[in-house]
């Protein structure tokens, strides 16, 4: 992270005063998206957060709510799809000592992105589904997405074609049976 990032806060002025707090609203402009795959928060979307910082003894905690806009397309029927994302975080960037910190303060600096990423990345759905829902797409068993809207009969599969005299000779003797009975 380069010291024109947005994700970078200076806190100068918490370091080491256990109890000080400051609450802060960053407006960020996404530079690479956050997420992968069906949906993600795209490059140049905004992100909106609402973020407070407090000096605790073992570091600097940093918490708040994350808001912005994912796109990308419904799992089902591969519709374009748009789902507000709200999430929120809070971690701690320890101070450097002895003990390991998953997130550590870079002298009076601390670098949000991962944490943001971390967040906004695991609130998305791996499968988005359209809002509204999607239109009705039980097709039937066996019935292609592809071949759906070709409404002429498929030729049957020639491997099949001893299933099928067989079959049609269980209904022609289940009808005989059934004549048989009624005499």
């Known amino acids: 992270m380069n010291a024109r990032s947005p ?13 000080e707090m400051r609450e802060r609203t960053l ?9 992968e795959g069906m949906i993600a928060v795209q490059d140049g979307a905004p992100l909106h957060i609402d973020l407070k910082l407090e000096s605790l003894h073992e570091g600097v905690l940093a918490s ?17 799809v748009s789902l507000r994302v709200r999430v929120e ?6 101070y450097p000592a002895d003990e390991p910190f998953d997130h550590q303060l870079d002298g009076d600096q601390l670098d949000l992105e991962p944490v943001v990423r971390d967040a906004v ?9 359209c809002v509204d829902g999607c239109e009705d797409l039980e097709l039937g068993p066996g019935i292609s997405l592809i071949t759906a809207d070709d409404e002429r ?7 099949w074609g ?3 005299a067989f079959s049609s000779g269980e209904q022609s003797r289940a009808g005989d049976t059934d004549s048989r009975e009624e005499k």
């Open 162 to 164: 001893a299933l099928q």
């Open 121 to 129: 990345v695991l609130a998305l759905p791996f499968q988005p589904e």
């Open 64 to 80: 708040g709510t994350v808001v912005g806009t994912a796109d990308g397309e419904c799992a089902r029927c591969l519709a374009p």
């Open 153 to 159: 009969e498929k030729p049957a599969d020639p491997r």
């Open 27 to 35: 407006d960020i402009t996404v530079s690479e998206h956050l997420g």
């Open 7 to 19: 994700y970078l806060q200076n806190v100068r002025d918490l370091v080491r005063h256990p109890g």
């Open 89 to 94: 975080f809070a971690e701690l960037f320890g």
